[in-house]
């Protein structure tokens, strides 16, 4: 009874619902396993003298010694934050884009170009709609996220929140959507009783991230952006991502496409006005 109760519930989320939920989860997953990795970056570029001698290793255990294993995740809060509606809308941008181009165009191929496509806009989507929570270029800059949107708000107001959104748009635009189009594209590969493997989800997230920071990396403002997305990210962002779009029984892509075409088409029939019949008076 538990169980057609939960079944019943998830059922009734709708599908971009569903999916938003499924990116967000995968955006603060990922960023938060990779925590320790971004820090020791940090600390790599605003400490050279000090942690650069010591090398990752080194630096992994002086953290640990003098700061305990939270040190790993300082400021990870404020980033997770940041990430989750980033990475909520990035991911259902996508699909939405997919499926917005397949019923305007249904002679459209459904191969790796056209999540080339809708990766793109997907990720230049998200970057325009998700504000910034902003880096100052020293470790640690801000007590909390509060703290920081109310110092970027009255040093900038509103328009500091998306400052460098333009630039970001022309590295983010080609790598985002070469991440999809990798990863898509390499699942179609995978012998069928392997595409729910784990691993071999990693591995193609892993390859897809690779290959999109690789293509992209000659562009400044995606070295930038590679503070966010390093390889291991992308890896276990896919493979959350697919993972909670099983958990929440979201239909695979063809089938959602004839779902929301159906959807749309119930909600026209609806809003056409109804013939009353004749009353036998007006006959």
């Excluded at 938060?32 to 090398?55: D, M, N």
């Excluded at 305007?104 to 056209?114: H, I, M, Q, T």
């Excluded at 293509?215 to 291991?232: E, I």
Aim: aromatic fraction near 10%; glycine fraction near 12%.
């Amino acid at each position: 009874m538990g169980e057609e109760k939960r079944n019943g519930l998830i059922g009734g989320i709708p599908i971009f619902a569903k999916e938003l939920i499924a990116g967000g989860v995968a955006g603060g997953f990922a960023k938060t396993i990779v925590a320790p990795l971004e820090r020791i970056k940090i600390l790599f570029q605003t400490r050279r003298s000090e942690f650069h001698s010591l090398g990752v290793s080194g630096s992994f255990t002086k953290i640990a010694k003098t700061e305990g294993l939270l040190g790993f995740y300082r400021g990870n809060g404020a980033s997770v934050a940041r990430i989750v509606p980033y990475a909520a809308l990035h991911y259902m941008a996508y699909e939405e884009y997919r499926r917005w181009i397949i019923l305007g165009f249904p002679g459209v191929s459904r191969g790796p170009v056209l999540d080339l496509i809708a990766g793109s806009f997907a990720g230049g989507t998200a970057v325009v709609e998700s504000p910034k929570l902003g880096v100052k270029g020293t470790e640690v800059v801000y007590k909390g996220i509060r703290d920081c949107f109310s110092n970027i708000y009255k040093e900038a107001g509103v328009r500091g929140l998306y400052r460098g959104v333009a630039p970001s748009l022309y590295g983010i635009f080609p790598y985002a959507g070469l991440k999809f189009y990798f990863y898509e594209e390499m699942k179609r590969h995978v012998p069928e009783n392997h595409k729910k493997d784990i691993t071999v989800k990693l591995v193609c997230g892993s390859v897809a991230g690779l290959l999109g920071q690789t293509f992209t990396y000659p562009l400044d403002v995606v070295r930038r952006q590679m503070q966010v997305n390093v390889v291991p990210s992308v890896a276990i962002g896919f493979t959350v991502y697919d993972t909670m779009k099983a958990f929440l029984q979201v239909p695979p892509r063809d089938e959602t496409v004839v779902e929301v075409a159906a959807n749309q088409k119930n909600r026209q029939s609806a809003s056409l006005p109804s013939s009353q019949p004749l009353s036998q008076t007006q006959r």
